[in-house]
């Protein structure tokens, strides 16, 4: 099996946050068009693509190599194409990485932070 890595940023402004369940519902992974990152994608390859998704694993960045488990902030599941875009529910884990990365994606969704803070 072949693993590819892919990164692209985030949006979470239109994402709700669940601080019950540490998860922010809705994230935005990747719009239809051209991204941040100069990839162009279809609207036909995000909708066949949703499924690719489910139970992807979150890192704390994109380093390139093997990764540590340390380095998993968490996962993302119900990953569905809705409105021009491939969204998700992003589950944080429990561990530093996932203690630091709710702790700004809280932030940013609760509107204390800029949303470019991450």
Not at 25 to 31: A, P
Not at 39 to 54: D, H, N, P, T
Not at 98 to 106: H, L, M, R, S, T
Request: a positive charge.
């Amino acid at each position: 099996m072949t693993t590819i890595k892919f990164s692209e940023a985030l949006d979470l402004s239109e994402a709700q946050l669940d601080t019950e369940r540490r998860q922010i519902n809705g994230v935005v992974l990747i719009r239809a068009g051209m991204s941040a990152n100069k990839r162009a994608y279809s609207e036909a390859v995000l909708q066949k693509s949703a499924s690719v998704f489910e139970g992807a694993r979150a890192y704390d960045n994109h380093s390139q190599g093997s990764r540590s488990i340390r380095d998993i902030t968490g996962w993302y599941t119900s990953t569905r194409y809705e409105n021009g875009a491939l969204r998700a529910d992003r589950h944080f884990t429990a561990n530093q990485a996932g203690n630091d990365a709710w702790a700004i994606a809280e932030a940013i969704v609760g509107g204390k932070a800029p949303r470019s803070l991450a």
